[in-house]
Nanobody
Framework: QVLPVESGGGLVQPGGSLRLSCVFSGSGPTILSMGWHRQAPGKQRDFLARIAPNSGSTLYADSVKGRFTISRDNAKKTVYLQMNNLKPEDTAVYFC?????????WGQGTQVTVSS
């Protein structure tokens, strides 16, 4: 079983930066890709970015392209989300996930609040 565990959230001022981390604990099925989504209060969970563990190829939502960067460290079984130039509308719970042959495994989420 693969269990993603996020960390790195917190309170940051507009224009600031945060780096989220997600460690994939456990073992078992092959991880096909790793990604980040977020969910603001009262809104649906939105896709942000994905990365393939072997090739490192990435995919971003238009809303974060140029501000957010996804990366991975396969040796540490960790995926990162570097977030720059944060805006109040980036406030949300950020979720990490692993795409497995059987479907998605989700973490519990980490809160990011952008406010002055």
């Amino acid at each position: 079983q693969v269990l993603p565990v996020e960390s790195g959230g917190g309170l940051v001022q507009p224009g600031g930066s945060l780096r989220l981390s997600c460690v994939f604990s456990g073992s078992g099925p092959t991880i096909l890709s790793m990604g980040w989504h977020r969910q603001a209060p009262g809104k649906q969970r939105d896709f942000l970015a994905r990365i393939a563990p072997n090739s490192g190829s990435t995919l971003y939502a238009d809303s974060v392209k140029g501000r957010f960067t996804i990366s991975r460290d396969n040796a540490k079984k960790t995926v990162y989300l570097q977030m720059n130039n944060l805006k109040p509308e980036d406030t949300a719970v950020y979720f990490c996930n692993a795409l497995l042959p059987s479907g998605y495994a989700w973490g519990q989420g980490t809160q990011v609040t952008v406010s002055s």
